[in-house]
């Protein structure tokens, strides 16, 4: 009788011990396709954020050139402003032979 009571302790507790591997490893493969799932999610975040950072040097580029573009031009009106001379009739005729071409349509 005592070595059956002990058979049945030690059943129980081998029960016990499985349906707890059982949790345990079913709470293991949750984590396991949690954490493929959220390292596919960081690979697509990646791609993401290395286009945005592409695409955030090349707007920059473009705000250089166009910075340089600018103060070339600004550089050039300015030196135009003091080569030219100031009297309102050559101005007149300055202006009308640089756009006469939209003026006479």
């Known amino acids: 009788k005592t070595l059956e009571r002990q058979w049945k302790v030690y059943k129980k507790c081998l ?4 349906s ?3 949790v345990i490893k ?4 949750n ?10 999610e960081l690979g ?7 286009s945005l950072k592409t695409e955030n040097e090349q707007l920059h580029q473009r705000v250089i050139n ?17 080569t030219k001379s ?4 050559s101005t007149q005729n300055h202006y009308y032979h640089t756009h006469k071409h939209i003026l006479e349509g």
């Open 66 to 82: 166009q910075e340089t573009e600018y103060q070339s031009i600004l550089n050039k009106l300015s030196h135009h402003k003091h």
């Open 15 to 18: 029960n016990d011990i499985t």
């Open 26 to 29: 079913r709470q293991y493969n």
């Open 44 to 50: 697509h975040l990646h791609v993401a954020f290395e």
């Open 31 to 40: 984590s396991k396709q949690e954490l493929q799932f959220r390292d596919e």
């Open 86 to 89: 100031t009297s309102p009739i």
């Open 20 to 22: 707890k591997a059982a």
